[in-house]
């Protein structure tokens, strides 16, 4: 089995990935590997659905570059191909006079990567978009939305399977090797040999780098965060979406208040520590995989530098009454019983050695190698452009 480009992972960037060369190289044969037994199963298919802006991310930036570009592609994407999109906007809020200083970086950084139509908004022009929502000052955000990421990988792979693009689930990948100028790779069911190989593996991205790159400076720390949803009679106390000013040290963007493509009302995420890379509960746990991440160096350092978060995440994931206080800040009315559970989605997190939770998007490259190692969110808003990004790598390897 011969091919020019493997690659490894069918979640929405894989499958972008895979789009965009197929459309640009249509001569090139392609195969995509899924372990899972459908496509866009872990982070793609578990997020909130959220078209992201692009405001919060450092200008310059991999993420500041591929979201301002990928937001772009994907609202034309949806809308050739008649996917549901609601461009509904946010509201971003400051609760305290002490949160402003953040608030007003955030609009400038929106500013500096080219968003047009942000507005500050007082108290009064809060409640007039979301009047149930408590804070002394904040950012409309236009440039937002919401959709189905599920629909849209889907619809992803559809097209460049239409286009001669082979795509395998139920496929584990258990070795890569490399000889002369070929990549081999052995799977669960079949080996194959390659030109080239694209890792696009998200929660298990270094254990596939790691088959390759024995000391890889990077792993990944998988987080969960947990929602709940509001009873049906309570989304009327949230109109579109609503965020808190998040912390900069920490690359999460803190509770806040989601409406979905389907009219569901989302409440969350928090942000605790995973006890196995896939564990969608508390219940969850492989014992393998939670000692690989205590004991890297990397984790260890974060967690002395987060205990504090850390401990606060992991009471509110216990402790329904502490959620709530933690939405309380941003909407005093809410209350316990308004709240009904909902799902959950893992985060992959790449941390480093010296304990930095990388905090942009990571490509590592080498002759036959593209390995995607850190792509959290806004991955899926990004994804086309993510595409392009690895399709150009890609064309200079083969050139």
């Excluded at 959220?50 to 570059?65: D, F, Q």
């Excluded at 009047?131 to 849209?152: A, C, M, R």
């Amino acid at each position: 089995m011969d091919y020019d480009i493997a690659i490894v992972g069918a979640g929405i960037v894989g499958l972008a990935t895979a789009l965009q060369i197929n459309q640009k190289r249509p001569e090139l044969k392609i195969i995509v590997i899924e372990k899972e037994n459908k496509v866009a199963a872990h982070q793609t298919g578990n997020n909130s659905g959220v078209i992201h802006s692009g405001i919060y991310y450092k200008p310059g930036s991999l993420k500041a570059k591929n979201c301002i570009e990928g937001y772009h592609l994907m609202i034309n994407f949806c809308k050739e191909n008649n996917i549901p999109i609601d461009m509904c906007g946010k509201i971003i809020v400051a609760t305290s006079e002490a949160e402003i200083p953040a608030l007003t970086n955030i609009y400038n950084r929106g500013i500096e990567n080219g968003l047009t139509g942000l507005k500050y908004i007082d108290e009064k022009e809060i409640k007039e978009i979301e009047p149930y929502t408590n804070g002394v000052k904040g950012i409309f955000v236009p440039q937002t939305g919401i959709v189905d990421y599920k629909v849209v990988a889907n619809k992803y792979s559809e097209i460049f399977q239409k286009n001669g693009g082979e795509l395998v689930l139920n496929t584990k990948v258990v070795k890569i090797s490399k000889k002369n100028d070929l990549i081999y790779i052995k799977t669960s069911r079949f080996d194959l040999q390659t030109k080239l190989v694209i890792n696009c593996a998200g929660l298990y991205s270094d254990k596939i780098a790691s088959l390759t790159i024995p000391d890889l400076e990077v792993k990944i720390v998988p987080f969960r965060g947990e929602y709940y949803s509001l009873n049906n009679n309570k989304r009327h106390l949230v109109n579109n979406l609503i965020y808190p000013v998040p912390d900069p040290n920490f690359p999460f963007l803190g509770v806040h208040f989601t409406r979905r493509i389907d009219g569901e009302i989302e409440a969350g995420p928090n942000a605790v520590l995973a006890f196995q890379r896939e564990g969608y509960t508390k219940s969850q746990i492989n014992i393998k995989e939670l000692f690989e991440t205590l004991t890297w160096k990397g984790f260890q350092k974060v967690a002395i530098k987060y205990w504090k978060t850390g401990i606060g995440e992991m009471y509110r994931s216990f402790s329904k009454k502490a959620f709530t206080i933690a939405l309380q800040k941003l909407m005093p009315s809410i209350q316990p019983q308004d709240l009904k559970q909902g799902g959950a989605g893992v985060r992959a997190q790449a941390c480093d050695k010296n304990g930095g939770l990388i905090d942009d998007f990571y490509i590592k490259e080498l002759p036959g190698q593209i390995h995607v190692l850190n792509a959290p969110s806004p991955a899926a808003t990004s994804s086309l452009s993510i595409g392009n990004t690895i399709a150009e790598l890609a064309f200079k390897q083969f050139s």
